[in-house]
């Protein structure tokens, strides 16, 4: 009863109306723009291809997927997958998107540091984001285990770490996109700026996330810190 009531959750609540705030923005601009064609009407997938081949990157294959904005670059395997209404779509955020990815994948062949290192951190990531709550939950509901408590909260620091990673690399990726498709010719100059907005309403998502998990941490060490009061 006491962690559902904790009075610690009012820490959270700006985290909680700015992910409501991108959910609706990401949502409803990336919708606005999905029916908005470009005018030289290049899909996702030829967007794609024509931002690899420009900057020599010719080992990507490009890959059609399900899902909605399911859309990610998997530097593991040299594979950008694109979903859907993507990859066959000419519109601003078909051009948008794939354009973003593609930002990732010259990332990763230009050796941008903030990628390698979030690709370094991963497995930990991984591990600490399963184990960390199974242990804060245990010291949260137990007092005499509370020092599970203090190394759940250490293993999620990780977790909020690889967020704050997460934050340029993105940034980058979205910046490296919008250069590309104006200088390659593939939108126009206004629809740059419709294509910004797509990204921008995307970029909330990840602001969001690491805002959410910067807040949970301090919450977590204003209840441990109660703890040893």
């Known amino acids: 009863m006491y962690y559902r009531y904790d009075p610690t959750y009012i820490i959270l609540i700006p985290a909680i109306i700015l992910t409501l705030y991108a959910q609706f923005k990401v949502s409803s601009t990336t919708n606005k723009?999905?029916?908005?064609?470009?005018?030289?009407?290049?899909?996702g997938e030829q967007t794609a291809r024509e931002i690899l081949n420009a900057n020599g990157i010719y080992d990507v294959r490009i890959e059609m997927i399900g899902g909605t904005l399911s859309d990610h670059y998997d530097p593991r395997s040299r594979v950008l997958r694109l979903s859907q209404d993507v990859?066959?779509?000419?519109?601003?955020?078909?051009?948008?998107?794939?354009?973003?990815?593609?930002?990732?994948?010259?990332?990763?062949?230009?050796?941008?540091?903030?990628?390698?290192?979030?690709?370094?951190?991963?497995?930990?990531?991984?591990?600490?984001?399963?184990?960390?709550?199974?242990?804060?939950?245990?010291?949260?509901?137990?007092?005499?285990?509370?020092?599970?408590?203090?190394?759940?909260?250490?293993?999620?620091?990780?977790?909020?770490?690889?967020?704050?990673?997460?934050?340029?690399?993105?940034?980058?990726a979205s910046s490296r996109a919008l250069a590309q498709i104006e200088s390659l010719g593939i939108v126009s100059h206004d629809e740059r700026r419709e294509s910004r907005k797509v990204l921008k309403a995307a970029a909330l998502t990840y602001v969001a996330a690491a805002a959410t998990a910067v807040l949970q941490l301090l919450r977590l060490i204003t209840i441990a810190n109660r703890r040893d009061d």
Do not use: D
């Open 33 to 43: 723009y999905f029916r908005v064609r470009t005018q030289r009407g290049y899909t």
């Open 87 to 172: 990859y066959r779509g000419t519109s601003i955020t078909s051009v948008a998107v794939a354009a973003h990815e593609c930002g990732h994948a010259i990332q990763h062949a230009r050796g941008y540091a903030p990628l390698t290192i979030r690709g370094a951190i991963v497995p930990v990531v991984n591990f600490a984001s399963n184990a960390s709550w199974i242990l804060i939950m245990v010291g949260l509901f137990m007092s005499s285990f509370n020092f599970l408590l203090k190394i759940g909260i250490l293993l999620f620091a990780a977790t909020v770490v690889f967020q704050l990673v997460t934050l340029p690399v993105e940034f980058n």
